[in-house]
């Protein structure tokens, strides 16, 4: 009954609206969220966006996943392998610097109690 | 020689630091030094060697794996990033017993991958290995802009993350759509099928990585971070942010751009965005009396002139970007190592308190390196100005002619002002004890700023060849694709 | 309802900005939805017969971008550096409520599962979807499961450093054994025969760097969980 | 039914993660990020990437909301 979404032209196209309307959630949230921890949740929002848009549109439906095994062993018939390396790499990255991020925030507020990112102001004098 | 031993040895010292902190107090400290000092005579020896541009490769050939380009151009920033680390290194030492950091091994682990992902930035031709670079170099600066745990210094290394986090994501939304049109990864590659991208295509990726790089090479609308960050870090560490890390980011992107981002009205915006970024730094430095948030904003100033000069895109403007990329290196570098030498009393400093020191030596290195940031004759930063004000005057740019002379104009007035705060005449009661150590890395560092200036001859042609390697963009994908 | 009202201005204004600036991308991007051109992963696919491993994916992320995963392995290191040096536990003042005693048995029971499938994951990445990255993670979420149940469960410090040390330097150093002997870091310098391709020993350096960076990523994994655990405790 | 799940995923997706930045109670927008994460591991799932289908699980849905409540024990509950 959806048989015409399976197209690879009407794919991408669901793909690429859908990954953009997450990217502007998240860079809604960026620009009016003051809270430290919804800045870092919008940060997380805009790069899962970036991440499906790439897989999203580097795959073809026709294809399998990269991985010989004992039925499939043409590579012609194989998805693209370098998205899938970057965003594995990418996604640790982005969970590294979340890690590092927090545990400044949690300082900072220990030493000052600030949590908004529009107060922290310590400098100008 | 393998120009992979320049990330990998850093590297390989930042993974080894616990084991090496365990073989006692002063082993990692001299350790480091050694290693940087062997990196800083494997660079010279490469340049004394004379040889023509090398490519090494990681695991597979050329265009489908990741490869390290050395030619001259990375070469000379290879060499100045080894230079000012070993010297910052020395520094660290010499001063060392005064004021240690805390937990000493995690510093200088954080020292040597910041070295190892600068000089990756510069080497590798493969844009997302850039990427993962580019993290490096951001996430070891956070920390060491945050390394104090102070409310202030926890604040820069918060504003200075979200900002990394930010450029990273609009980086990497670039180098996917980069490759999602071109098809692969390798600069050069990237640099022969690019012009063949629809035109909208083309603006989206070039705004899109002129954003995630602005955050970092400090452009206009994107450097509201900056002085907060150098206010917040210590002196110390602002050397090495103004010194390495700035300069690091800046080669990549011009890089990037001559390579494929170059089109007419693209690098007519650029230049302009320089010239405004420059004038707004200093204008707003003018009213600073914080000498580490003033220093931050010449430093604004400076780089923006150097962004203005890469910008230029032809031989001789980028042979003064050179120029001024290592006279501003070495001048910040001095007046950020001297702030944190006069600083151990007291941080974040007021200018007035530049009346009450007594400390002749220190003085006469810090006008030395302001003279030098002012660009009076006799100094190498005179020969950087000069070069580009004379390139502007050849193309015409009458403009940005009149936008440089005004910025460094304006610099001028409160660098004179602190001139003044220096010679004030009066009693001085603070006294600020260097050691020897210290006064001979100032010693080196004025000096070459004095020789530089007065030979500039020495290294133009080093430079010039340097400029020549850097915007030949068919060389470089001739050396990577072949033929 | 007043929209003036119930919404601040601030809101409204980012939300147009973002969605200018959105609309703009999804205009461009719809127009020129990328072709489905020539790339290097096709390259890399067929260069994957000759010298890879079953697992594509692993053989790129391992082998033929390898130093894309020792620079973030890096990142990982400093990042749990980093967290080490921001919340360095106070021992003194611990309040963990102890936890109920199913929880406590159950997780203890649990753990050598957890950790069981975590190396499986590991040790597998070169012929099954996983390897030395999300085997780590899984490691350290069964650290930290202990950690949760546990009142005074605590993987000692020096332990993790040591094989945190020891995976990094011997990633470097298989790096330069690579440089030694064939003349490209990180090459394959371990004799592999293609025609074991989906065998466990196969591959040759793949795997082993693979486990190598399982290691260092449970290490450091850990590390920064009980970091934060341990910093929570003392509120 | 590949295209149709590909939507009515994304869909959900972007509901959860506007959810998550509009609530107020900081521990909701959490969960709901986590929506996001699990979200993504569908979809990934669905483009044939059980690699980074793995990872996004066991980094984006399960570490990244523990880093995420540690942050709220601290930083108190309330946007």
Redesign the interface.
Known sequence: MFEFLNQPEVIKTIVTLGAMSLFFVGLFG?LTRKH?VK?FIS?AI??SA?FL??IG??FNREKVAPIIDATQTQVATMNDP??QA?IL??IV?GM??LA??VS??I??YK??GKTE?DT?N??R? | M?S?LFI?LP??F??????LSRLGKNALAYTSVLMQLSLLGLALSLLLAHSSTTV?????AA????SFVLSTASLLMVLLFTLLMTLFSLYYLFQRRANAYA?ES?FF??LN?LL??SI?LVLSS?I??I???F??AG??A??LS??S????A??S???Y??T???A??FL??A??LI???V????LA?IAEQFQL??Y??KL?ISLLLLIGFGFKVEVFPLNFWVT?VY??STSLVNALFSGIVVKAYLFVFFHILYLFLSQGEFTLFLLYLGGVSMLVAEVAGLRQT?LK?LFAYSSLGQVALIFVAFAMQNIQAVQAAFFIVIAHSLAKFMLFLALASLEKTEQNMHIDRLKQIDSPFLMVMMFLAMLSLLGIPLFVGFVGKFLLLKSLAVEGMLTLLVMVVVASFIEAIYYFKLMGYMLHKGTRSEKVEVSLGEKMIFVSLGLSLLLLGVFPMSIAGFLQNAAEVLLDQTAYITLLVGG | MNIKRDIPTATLSGFALSAVLVLT?IT?LL??L?LS?????D??LV?NEKEGVANVVTTVVV??????T???I??L???S??V???LQPNTECRLKAESNFMLQTASTLLFPLILLFGIYVMVYGHLSPGGGFQGGVIIASGVLLLLISHKNFEVPHTVI??F??VA??S???I??M??LLLD?????FIPHDIANMGMLLSGGVIPLIYIIVGIKVGSEMSGIVQNLMQRSDDV | MTGFIILATFVGIIVVAFASIVQKRLADSVVFLMGVGLGSVVLFFLFKAPDVALTEAVIGAGVGTFIFLIALKHLGEQA
């Open positions: 960026l430290i800045v940060i805009m790069e970036i848009l790439f549109l580097s370098i998205p970057m790499t990418a990255i590294a610097v590092l991020g400044f925030a300082e900072y030493l000052t990112i922290m310590e400098m004098f | 393998s992979t990998a590297l390989l930042g993974f080894a630091t616990p084991l090494e490769l990681i695991s597979i265009p489908l794996g990741i937990n995690k682990t954080l991958m190892a992902a990756g493969d997302f290995n990427y993962v670079f993290e490096i996430i070891s956070y920390i945050a390394y745990k102070t409310a202030l926890l604040e290394g918060l504003k993350l979200l990394g986090a930010v990273s994501i990497l939304f180098i996917v490759y999602l049109h098809g692969s990864l390798n590659v991208l629809p909208n295509v989206l907060d206010q917040g914080n948030r | 991308l461009i127009q020129y990328p051109q020539q790339r290097v992963g390259a890399l260069l082998y033929f971008r390898g130093f894309d020792l620079g973030e890096a990142v290191f400093i990042a550096l980093g080490g040096l921001m450093v040591a945190e040390t990094g330097v990633y470097v150093l790096g330069f690579g440089l490209t870091f990180l090459g394959n």
